[in-house]
């Protein structure tokens, strides 16, 4: 195989793989390769994989033979991410055209194991875990897009029953004070004006500041807000556990930090809970709700639910159901549970019948859909900041995200990361129209 000049990533799952394929992509950029628009032209194409639900590995090798091409020619191989992690060296023994397999911790050896490929010497595996050699090892990060993913937390030692992201991510690691604060500054001189920062607790986030003194999120955020350029910060995804006063404080206090909050509760059930090893249960998780809506009155809130289980009963799941309507959702994702290899619920009785928790699926659905359109309809009639971010599809337009994470489509040719007074016209059901209000936001 002769040494590869193009490369195309392919990101699945989460915003974390969204990161991790920007910075190896960035990777291969410093390596000389030039990005592939798509799969089908690049002589390298990496898959960056997820294993969280569903059959994800089975997708991966549907995945794997459709990057044969007509020819018969294929391009370098690499399948990276979760399902690298949990299958490893099993993947090239179902998949002989993979040539390379890497782990979330590992991708910074990229390079090397494709030029040891590329130069004929075989495969090359690679699903250690050392996660702050990765970051270190990364080049330095050039934004762009007003809007960027900044990893500051990875792993979790939560241990819910039904979760792969304990074996696949590793234990909880946070990324130093200083390793941040030089990447957000790095972004915000690249153009960023918003930095999401991610974590699969990005809440439990702990760190030394520069004089020493233990901080937790609520400081890095601080900081963060007080880097010239940032005018907004988000961060996802938090667990309840984690919600500490110091952070519901900062909602009160920080300016940029966005009002909305991305905080799963999986089930409105206790003894659901007890069995997915919450450590949390459906009213603690309501106090929390509570206190962060005293903080900050408008804050929207998201979730993440489980329907079906194991032993999931009708009334049990009447009690999710009863929680989403107390606490009101701005946005949700929601998924059919989906036993996964290794995890304790994998093993448990009374798994539940597919088309059970298809039925539960699209009740619990259609009361979050009812929700969120009832919070985008409230938004009509605001004025209200948005950030552009991206082109529209006619010619003048411009789409851009509100404080409330909604995309809002306005005409106007204010460049591309402008902070814009916008009036909210009429709500669709994924955005909201508006038009350029009179003034400009600060
Ligand atoms: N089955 C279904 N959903 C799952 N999630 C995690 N593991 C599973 C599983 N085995 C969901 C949870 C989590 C989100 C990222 O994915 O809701 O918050
Ligand atoms: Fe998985 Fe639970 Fe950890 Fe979230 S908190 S990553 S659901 S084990």
Redesign the pocket.
């Given at each position: 195989m002769s040494k590869p000049r193009t490369f195309h990533v392919k990101s699945f799952g989460c915003q974390m793989n969204v990161y991790d394929g920007q910075r190896m992509a960035e990777l291969m950029k410093a390596e000389g390769l030039a990005p592939a628009a798509d799969a089908g032209e690049a002589d390298l194409v990496i898959l960056n994989t997820c294993h969280i639900r569903e059959r994800a590995a089975e997708k991966v090798y549907s995945e794997i033979g459709r990057l044969r091409r007509e020819d018969g020619s294929r391009p370098l191989i690499a399948v990276a991410g979760c399902v690298a992690q949990a299958e490893g060296a099993e993947i090239p023994r179902r998949a002989p055209s993979v040539d390379v397999v890497v782990g979330p911790q590992a991708y910074h050896h990229l390079p090397a194991m494709v030029a040891k490929v590329a130069a004929g010497r075989g495969r090359a595996v690679n699903t250690e875990m050392p996660i702050l050699s990765k970051f270190d090892a990364l080049p330095q990060r050039r934004a762009g897009s007003p809007s960027a993913f900044l990893t500051v937390q990875e792993g979790?030692d939560?241990?819910?029953t039904?979760?792969v992201?304990?074996y696949t991510r590793g234990a909880e690691v946070s990324r130093p004070w200083d390793a941040v604060l030089d990447e957000a500054r790095a972004l915000a001189d690249g153009g960023a004006r918003e930095v999401t920062l991610l974590g699969?607790?990005v809440n439990a986030w702990t760190g030394e500041d520069e004089r020493g003194r233990l901080q937790g999120l609520a400081g890095l955020i601080r900081a963060i807000a007080a880097l010239p350029g940032i005018a907004r910060i988000r961060y996802t995804?938090s667990?309840p556990n984690d919600m500490g006063d110091g952070l519901i404080a900062a909602h009160a206090e920080v300016p940029e930090l966005m009002p909305y909050l991305h905080l799963?509760v999986?089930s409105g059930s206790d003894r659901v809970l007890r069995a997915m090893n919450?450590s949390h249960t459906a009213e603690s998780y309501l106090r929390i709700v509570e206190r962060v809506r005293a903080a900050r009155p408008d804050i929207a809130l998201s979730g993440d639910f489980i329907v079906g289980f194991p032993g999931e009963t009708e009334a049990e799941f009447g009690e999710t159901l009863g929680l989403i309507r107390a606490v009101n959702y701005a946005g949700a994702y929601s998924f059919k549970y989906s036993p996964r290899p290794g995890t304790p619920a994998a093993a448990m009785e009374d798994q539940i019948p597919q088309a059970m928790m298809d039925e539960r699926l699209r009740r619990l659905q259609a009361l979050l859909t009812e929700q969120s359109t009832a919070f985008n309809a409230a938004s009509v009639g605001r004025r209200t900041a948005v950030l552009l971010e991206r082109n529209g599809r006619r010619p003048g337009q411009r789409i851009g995200k509100s404080p409330w994470l909604q995309s809002v489509h306005v005409d106007t040719d204010a460049p591309l990361g402008s902070l814009i007074e916008v009036d909210l016209l009429s709500a669709g059901p994924n955005s909201l129209a508006g038009a350029l209000g009179q003034r400009r936001a600060a």
């Open positions: 979790c939560k241990f819910c039904y979760c992201v304990p699969q607790n995804t667990h799963p999986q919450r």
